[in-house]
């Protein structure tokens, strides 16, 4: 007997038994039973219609149509589940290398201040680190530049007080190590700490300090106001010109390559007598000349010289039994140099396309 009761038992027969189903097999037999063209049971459903009052027949007509649909979406969305989990996984290679992690690297600066560093130390020299803000006596006045020196020009020197205000000058016991003057500018060069040293004790002297040094210098190729220089300074009872000569060779040798020449040309810094300024053999041109050392084969990399009488006077060291070299170089110059690059600028804007560069 058809009637709307009959339906509803047969639609929870079919959830109950779709419930069941696991395989694509069990679905197929499953829709034949319901939908299939001669067994299926809501096939034959239809078939029963036609004896039916139109009334009847509109009635229980609506109630198939919608059994069915639910049936069919029922059975649809089955099938999509099954073949869902039966799919094959997504596979992994694991022999595949693993993506590298982003990691940083040292600045090429501070790379470059630890291999001249590593170098100076294998030669016996005691690394030092000293203030950045400085007083006028150790900056200026005990390296023999005297108040009217032009060094001392407000041009060049960031003073982070008005320059020779009271209680500037010297006063405190310029041996004790501890110097009671407030600092009243930004070092100019790493010379301050010779002077640092010195005042601490007697010799003998062997010391590197590198560092951060502040002029007023504007941005270009070859300037930055902030720049960085590392100061060497021996001091004994017979330390000559020679030794400074063949300390800097060794050390030109050692941190470009074995056959690099060293050149000293006459000059003059206050706290040396004699003075000489430094070059080494271009490393673009191995001396042919080029537009890097303006066609002369060398290039300048700092000053040095013989340990001025007057600064050993102003450190309390005696200048008849004692000699010394000072020299100073410039980091950044030396970083030019070894990596080729034309343009200070470019160490201090942290662009990582070039940092990337010197990754190690
Ligand atoms: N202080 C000098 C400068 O900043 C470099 C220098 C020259 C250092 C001669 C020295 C030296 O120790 O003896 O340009």
Redesign the pocket.
């Given at each position: 007997m058809l009637d709307i009761d009959a339906l509803t038992r047969l639609r929870d027969d079919f959830a109950d038994s779709l419930g069941k189903v696991s395989t694509a097999a069990d679905l197929q037999l499953l829709r034949d039973t319901v939908l299939g063209r001669k067994a299926g049971a809501i096939t034959a459903l239809y078939g029963t219609l036609g004896g039916l009052s139109t009334d009847r027949k509109r009635e229980v007509g609506r109630a198939l149509n919608e059994l069915k649909a639910f049936v069919e979406a029922g059975l649809d969305a089955r099938k999509t589940q099954l073949e869902a989990a039966s799919a094959p996984m997504p596979s992994a290679d694991l022999t595949l290398a693993p993506r590298p992690l982003p990691v940083g690297s040292r600045h090429p600066l501070n790379a470059m201040r630890e291999r001249i560093e590593r170098i100076f130390a294998r030669m016996g020299y005691e690394i030092l680190d000293g203030p950045e803000t400085e007083d006028d006596w150790h900056n200026f006045e005990a390296l023999n530049m005297p108040a009217d020196h032009p060094a001392r020009d407000t041009q060049d020197t960031l003073y982070l007080q008005q320059p020779f205000a009271q209680g500037t000058r010297a006063t405190g016991d310029a041996r004790s190590g501890v110097s009671l003057r407030p600092a009243t500018l930004l070092r100019?060069?790493?010379?301050a700490m010779?002077i640092r040293y010195m005042e601490r004790g007697a010799p003998p002297v062997r010391i590197i300090a590198p560092g951060r040094?502040y002029r007023r210098d504007n941005l270009d190729l070859t300037h930055t106001p902030m720049f960085q220089?590392v100061?060497?300074?021996v001091v004994g009872e017979d330390v000559t010109m020679a030794d400074l000569k063949g300390t800097l060779l060794g050390f030109a040798r050692e941190f470009f390559d074995q056959r690099t020449p060293i050149m000293f040309k006459p000059s003059f810094?206050p706290?040396?007598e004699p003075?000489a300024e430094v070059f080494v053999g271009c490393q673009s041109c191995f001396g042919s000349g080029c537009s890097m050392c303006k066609r002369t084969g060398w290039i300048e990399i700092?000053?040095?010289?013989m340990v001025h009488p007057s600064v050993f006077e102003a450190v309390g060291i005696d200048p008849e039994r004692y000699t010394g070299f000072?020299?100073?170089m410039g980091i950044e110059r030396l970083a030019l140099l070894a990596h080729r690059v034309d343009d200070i600028r470019a160490f201090y804007e942290n662009d990582l396309r070039l940092l990337e560069q010197f990754a190690s």
């Open positions: 100019t060069h790493t010379s010779q040094v220089q100061e060497a300074l810094f706290y040396t003075s700092g000053g040095s010289g000072a020299f100073g």
